[in-house]
């Protein structure tokens, strides 16, 4: 199993980021789909995530109304739009699977390399 996630970059405090995590190696429209970060000096927290079908979507405070999750279950793809970007927001982010679960609760199954995305002021 494989989750290649990629998008980061550096961008401007006000700017937008598309994150894309591609999965592989796995039935992918049997697995929750969350996206987490982490900065540094601090722990990995949740960000973002999606139910197998897409029906539901659970939002973090931090970045509520700021972020939108989506998946392509015919592209094996989960994505993670991020607008109105803050510093605070610099982190690695990981994409992460849970079968038939949400990666919000427990240990997800599976979990993504990581992609740094940097927010200048």
């Known amino acids: 199993v494989q989750l290649q996630a990629s998008g980061g970059g550096l961008v401007q405090a006000g700017g937008s980021l598309r994150l894309s995590c591609v999965a592989s190696g796995l039935t992918f429209n049997t697995y929750g789909m969350g996206w987490f970060r982490q900065a540094p000096g601090k722990e990995r927290e949740f960000v973002s995530s999606?139910?197998?079908?897409?029906?539901?979507?659970y939002v973090a405070d931090s970045v509520k109304g700021r972020v939108t999750i989506s998946r392509d279950n015919a592209k094996n793809t989960v994505y993670l739009q991020m607008n109105s970007l803050k510093p605070e927001d610099t982190a690695v982010y990981y994409c992460?699977?849970?079968?038939?679960?949400?990666?919000?609760?427990?240990?997800?199954?599976?979990w993504g390399q990581g992609t740094l995305v940097t927010v200048s002021s």
């Open positions: 992460a699977a849970s079968k038939y679960s949400d990666p919000r609760r427990g240990n997800p199954d599976y």
């Open positions: 999606i139910t197998w079908g897409g029906g539901v979507k």
